[in-house]
């Protein structure tokens, strides 16, 4: 029965069946005790997607082949204390990202095999605290099966940070009514803080919430996560932004512990 009110709700929320594809829930985790430095979303552009290793191009440097995109995403840095072994990190994001549910790794290197890291951190990334020696970074780009793309780049800086960017990039549908902004953990508030804080509007936002039971029910457990986002929020904000609590009567494709924010253009 609950399956079917969910159906319901979809479809009167208006989310096309083709936005349940980029809301499958995979997610890449976060290494433990690392700090997030921003989040930075960037919406309705052209983004590349590194496939293989930097070189100077004429007065620049860019990538050997890259894919260029149209869509949005969100750009994540994150610091790891420098007494933390640089190859610990290194396991963990390789594990998280091969064990991403049914996608293709688009492209890896490693070390010196990557190019150089100056020119990753400076004309890449436009972020100049990735920088670090060559032998110490490393560079996963994956596409899950949401289609979303995921590009991890990490290295230790000269201080002994080790620093870690995670972009995740959604490509625009074609056939998409709702415009799809960011899909982030619904437990990460200092996360969704940062990435509201860098939109350039609120107008007709809606963030749609996902949960699953504990000791609570699943509504509960959902009520519980938007009013802990809310309480972040000053009253102006609380007012543009719309909460749905989907708890787990929507279709299970889109994940649980989620907070899936779109834009309603109508």
Not at 141 to 150: G, P, T
Request: hydrophobic share 40%.
């Amino acid at each position: 029965m609950f399956r079917v009110i969910g159906a319901m709700m979809s479809s009167l929320l208006l989310i096309s069946a083709s936005t349940v594809l980029i809301a499958k829930g995979s997610e890449i985790p976060v290494y433990r005790g690392a700090q997030i430095i921003k989040s930075t979303p960037v919406e309705n552009s052209y983004i590349e997607i590194p496939l293989a290793k930097i070189y100077r191009s004429g007065r620049g440097w860019e990538p050997e082949k890259v894919e260029l995109i149209e869509g949005t995403a969100v750009k994540t840095l994150y610091k790891i204390a420098r007494n933390v072994q640089m190859e610990s990190v290194e396991r963990f994001y390789q594990d998280a990202i091969l064990n991403l549910s049914n996608g293709d790794l688009l492209f890896s290197c490693q070390s010196r095999s990557c190019g150089n890291s100056n020119a990753w951190a400076n004309n890449f990334f436009n972020e100049y605290l990735l920088y670090g020696s060559d032998s110490s970074q490393s560079l996963w780009v994956f596409q899950d099966q949401s289609l979303h793309y995921w590009v991890v780049y990490l290295n230790r800086r000269g201080a002994g940070d080790i620093m870690v960017r995670i972009d995740e990039v959604i490509p625009n549908g074609s056939d998409l009514d709702t415009d799809v902004l960011a899909q982030l953990n619904a437990t990460d508030v200092p996360r969704i803080r940062r990435f509201l804080s860098g939109l350039d509007t609120l107008d007709g936002l809606v963030g749609f919430v996902t949960s699953e039971a504990d000791n609570r029910s699943a509504i509960r457990v959902g009520d519980a996560y938007i009013e802990e986002i809310q309480r972040s929020l000053n009253s102006s904000e609380q007012s543009r932004i719309r909460f749905i609590n989907l708890a787990n009567m929507g279709d299970s494709t889109y994940g649980t512990h989620r907070v899936i924010f779109v834009r309603d253009s109508n």
